[in-house]
């Protein structure tokens, strides 16, 4: 699943930004104004598919997986960030190695049969539970970075987003009783770990924090709950070389719960393997 990439240059850099006032890729994902918190109550909360709160989500992950907020920037991204996982690439981190990739290729060929990325489809399909190149060097990154400047991969890189992550999170979180922060960090965790049978995997995290707290569903506080579920996804993450640093939690969406911002309201200020943001 997609890891945290590290990318020395960028890590050196201090980044502050200011979001753009729109989304790219879809008319339907366009930032609508949001209604203001009110004490944090589940009620309030727009939810984190509002197009604006979907759009400060992206932003989020992308400060973890790319050291930068321009997450529209990163259709074309590829590389081999050496975690075991393959190529990992796009907006989201599709990986050769874990089928996402393979899933979203076979989409885009579906819908635009001949593009510079279907005569990789073999390839992907053999290297698929690997970190194998085989096949795929010398031309896929190329191909890749072709494709990322067709609009119908872009939508294709999109839909796999929701269909695989997104909406998984945000439906989860919801019959959770979560805001919209504890529905973003069910979406940060999925993307991250995904969810297999692993015991680092989405569901056995969320299992681990309803060990120790219930959600507000079940009639428990929401932020004792996600304390607890940020808990386990520290823990998740320590499990792996690849993930042990744990700034996009303890930086990022601690910072989040500690000020109580449980409806995830600009402006946001936060830390992510030492750099800063800012959403204003």
Known sequence: MP?????????????????????????????AASPAAVGGAVAAATGLDDPAKKDIAMQLVSSAENSSLD?????????????GRGYT????????????????????????????????????????????????DPGF?????????????????????????FSPAVNRGKQDGLGTLGQFAYYDAIVMHGDGGDSTSFSNIRKRALAK???????????????????????????????????RVDTAQRVFLNKGNLNLDP????????????IG
């Open 141 to 165: 990154t190329a191909a890749w970075k072709q494709a990322a400047k067709d609009s119908a991969f872009k939508t294709a890189q999109n839909d796999e987003r929701d269909r695989v992550y």
């Open 71 to 83: 997450w529209k920037a990163q259709y074309g991204y590829i590389e081999d960030i050496g975690d």
């Open 89 to 136: 690439a796009g907006i989201i981190g599709f990986c050769s190695g874990t089928g996402d990739m393979l899933d979203l290729v076979e989409l885009y060929t579906q819908r635009k049969p001949g593009n510079p990325l279907a005569p990789y489809l073999p390839a992907l399909r053999a290297v698929d539970g690997t970190d194998s190149h085989e096949g795929l």
């Open 213 to 247: 707290a219930k959600t507000p569903a079940q009639g428990g506080d929401q932020t004792t709950y996600l304390h607890a579920f940020l808990d386990a996804r520290v823990w998740a993450m320590r499990q792996e070389e690849a993930h042990e640093d744990t700034s």
């Open 3 to 31: 890891t945290p990439r590290f990318r020395t240059v960028l890590l050196a850099l201090t980044l502050v930004a200011v979001p753009t006032a729109s989304v790219a890729y879809a008319s339907a994902e366009t930032p």
């Open 267 to 278: 402006p946001l200020d936060w830390k992510v393997y030492g750099d800063s943001f800012h």
